[in-house]
């Protein structure tokens, strides 16, 4: 996305936080990983929202009473770019950010001390995962500092924004989705008896990375049984003759991602009772696509699901009394999707409006019989209905099997 957007998100959250607050917003720090390596850092999906930014030790400061917005950096340290890479530049900030007031730390505590004299509250985001020790890396030494009593947690307000994607997020997307269906039509070219569901991983990380994606969550490839365990990410056992083999997976591409579940045979041919499951799970999948739109909720997508598929269910010989469905349907229907796979939402209750993007992932895992079955695809809704962000991504048997007889 270009600066102008980054700029108008800006506006938006400047307009959505309380009246009389300085809201600071925090990159965040690099984690540990050993003695001497960090993990691959991640800025704070709320600091990264508002500024296209991904850098660690760097804030971003609303003024809203002079609706004024400033950006610190870590001081460029010449020597450590040795050895880690390039500091960002207050050039390089502004033309991604389109922020005009960017600074160095050296200024922050001076900053800081002047709002401090002011009759203003702090706001700060309490999403969990931002409360660290730092004093620059969020929250809990900076609450200590600027005092409890000052503090307003702007979370919800943030939230609420995020919630409803820009068209520039939703395009973002729909490329990440494109990058996916290339990397998954890679996969599947591993697919095949004998080999391993690492084989298959690598090759969907290798095609999402050519195309400079790197991976919107630990991916999914659980062969057979394995595909009951909704969080398999083992990756390491052989794929068998008969099998079904269940992919959860997606590329993300300048932050932004998919989140797709597809289970192909592994040799290529579904037997009767693979297709049966399936199909069943494949009605569910349609019947809450078409259901999608504003003013229905995430929980009455689900209720839908759930009747779909203990009706299915039923019809299988699984079950007998509809409210076993849990037993082969213990996920929800979807979630949020955006800069994170598991996005923020207020509540599942919350009925949905234009410009949500949500995940409809119904399945069947069947334990006993080694089949585990999930359908998964990205939603935007509409002013009045839906749209399928990846129907591109083949899905239904006749699609799946002809597809497999044309690799032989």
Known sequence: MNSQTYITIRENIMNALPKNTVTFLFSGKGVRKSADAQYPFQANR????????????????FDKTTQAVTLFLREIDPNMEKWVGHYMTEEE????????????FDEFDA??????????QIGLDFDHDTITEEFHGSGLAFVDF??????????EELVRLRMVKLPEEVEAIKHALVVT????????EEVKPGNNENDVAARFYYEGMKQHGDLMF????????????????????????????????GIRVNGYGGDISRT????????????????????????????????????????????????????????????????????????SLGLDTHDVWIDREEPLQA????????????????????????????????EDLAPQIIREVSDIEAYFESKQ
């Open 355 to 386: 410009g949500n993007v949500i995940t409809n992932e119904p399945g069947l895992y069947i334990a006993e019989e080694g089949i585990g079955i999930r359908i998964e695809t990205d939603v935007l809704v509409t002013e009045e209905s839906n």
């Open 264 to 335: 192909f045979p592994i040799n290529g041919k579904f037997t009767d009772r693979q297709r049966d499951v399936y199909q069943v799970v494949l009605d569910t999948f349609h019947a809450v696509n078409e259901a999608i739109r504003p003013g229905i909720s995430i929980k009455t997508l689900n209720d839908l699901a759930k009747e779909y598929l203990a009706e299915g269910c039923i019809q299988l010989g699984l079950i007998e009394d509809p409210q076993d469905v849990s037993r082969y349907y213990y996920h929800g229907i979807g979630h």
């Open 111 to 120: 900053f800081v001390n002047s709002v401090m004299e002011r009759d203003v």
């Open 218 to 249: 630990d991916t999914i490839l659980a062969g057979g049984k394995n595909a009951t365990v909704l969080h398999y990410i083992e990756n390491n056992q052989e794929l068998l003759d008969g099998d079904l083999v269940l992919f959860d997976l």
């Open 93 to 104: 900030a502004q033309l991604i950010s389109g922020i005009e007031d960017i600074r160095y």
């Open 181 to 188: 269906n290339d990397a998954i039509m890679g996969a599947l």
């Open 146 to 155: 600027v005092g409890e009593d000052r503090v307003v947690n702007i979370f």
């Open 46 to 61: 709320n600091f990264y929202y508002a500024t296209g930014i991904q850098e660690p030790e760097a804030v971003v400061v």
